[in-house]
């Protein structure tokens, strides 16, 4: 049983173009998470999304466009890929409450930019 | 959220307890101590957590100083399968908050696990 899964697990494309990484939780959670680790193994969040609703952005540029059509769903759409938006891009979910403390993280999917 | 210093890498035989230790000297009351691990080309895994008491589950001890400015993950018995970047994370509260389950994470220690 996937907790947390994306699609694709590779993504190699052309400068310029347009892509969509899927993310789906099976969990029930009612929050979820794009993260973005780059070459230097650095993690950063990207996105948080809770019941739909965006909570955090941190600084991403406007071509990053998360979307979350049902709680169970984040979807990243990427506009106008640059070389520099090349890494791995990580989804994660929790459950919103004062009674969660872990996240639960899918098993990333490698965009590479030509 | 308050900074973490972890070293950059370890190495521990097979069978024996890796002691990863992790400096969180800014850490405020209402921060907690969290530990992932991430093995290569997977996602971050959650192994513990803990606000000043010390904690163990099935994969590992947390233990905080009574000062709360660091703290050491233990794994008891490591296999190689413990070959992992483990990631100490210090953040406010819970799952609400400001932060809103934001996870910073740092660099890491590189815990190398050999037979």
């Known amino acids: 049983d996937t907790a947390v899964s994306q699609t694709p697990k590779y993504l190699v494309t052309q400068m310029g173009n347009d892509k969509s990484i899927k993310c789906e939780q099976n969990l029930g959670h009612d929050t979820m998470y794009w993260y973005k680790q780059d070459s230097k193994k650095f993690l950063k969040i990207m996105f948080s999304y809770n019941n739909k609703e965006l909570i955090i952005n941190e600084t991403v540029p406007n071509r990053f466009s998360p979307k979350s059509p049902d709680k169970a769903h984040l979807n990243l759409h990427i506009n106008s890929l640059e070389l520099g938006d090349s890494a791995v891009y990580f989804c994660?979910?929790?459950?919103?409450?004062?009674?969660?403390?872990?996240?639960?993280f899918g098993p990333g999917t490698r965009l590479t930019v030509t | 959220d308050a900074k973490t210093t972890q070293p950059t890498s370890m190495d521990c035989a097979e069978g024996r307890a890796a002691n990863l230790p992790c400096n969180h000297s800014t850490i405020s009351g209402n921060e907690y101590v969290y530990w992932y691990r991430q093995i290569h080309s997977q996602g971050p895994q959650y192994i513990i957590h803990g606000l000043k008491n010390n904690e163990t589950n099935e994969m590992a001890s947390l233990i905080i100083t009574e000062d709360r400015k660091s703290s050491t993950l233990i794994l008891p018995h490591a296999t190689l399968r413990d070959t992992a970047v483990y990631y100490c994370i210090v953040r406010e509260g819970r799952g609400g908050g400001t932060s809103y389950g934001k996870l910073t994470f740092g660099q890491g220690t590189i815990l190398t696990v050999h037979p």
């Open positions: 994660a979910s929790s459950p919103f409450s004062r009674s969660s403390y872990e996240q639960y």
